[in-house]
């Protein structure tokens, strides 16, 4: 049975840093797509950075340039660098697994897949004071 657990959320202020960890348990971890997604009070779930099978790294705007989303070489772990942090960045922060394409890249658009994902974390709770 396919299992996340992230850890590493806290409350900060704004500017500070944070690094956020996933472990992953019972599946072969290195052929999964691997992403972060952040949940808002009274917004949308947000795709917020992902690697796909073959290492390719993708951010949401919101965050390019301040998040970094890496894995340990094992692949047993998923991480998420977040630096300068902003108010807008409190969330509940998950992690996610699939056995395909989380962030599709469309010929006329692109999207981040949510829908029958086949692991989700339990989520930890980022807090960034002004």
């Known amino acids: 049975q396919v299992r996340l657990v992230e850890s590493g959320g806290d409350s900060v202020q704004a500017g500070g840093s944070l690094r956020l960890s996933c472990a992953a348990f019972?599946?072969?971890?290195?052929?999964?797509?691997m992403a972060w997604f952040r949940h808002a009070p009274g917004h949308e779930r947000e795709g917020v950075a992902v690697?796909?099978?073959?290492?390719?790294?993708t951010y949401a705007d919101s965050v390019q340039g301040r998040f970094t989303i890496s894995q340990d070489s094992a692949k047993t772990t998923l991480y998420l660098q977040m630096n300068i942090l902003k108010p807008e960045d409190t969330a509940m922060y998950y992690c996610?697994?699939?056995?395909?394409?989380?962030?599709?890249?469309?010929?006329?658009?692109?999207?981040?897949?949510?829908?029958?994902?086949?692991?989700w974390g339990q989520g930890t709770l980022v807090t960034v004071s002004s």
């Open positions: 690697i796909d099978i073959d290492g390719t790294k």
């Open positions: 996610a697994a699939d056995r395909d394409a989380i962030y599709v890249r469309g010929w006329e658009m692109s999207y981040w897949r949510t829908a029958g994902l086949d692991a």
């Open positions: 019972g599946y072969a971890y290195g052929r999964r797509c």
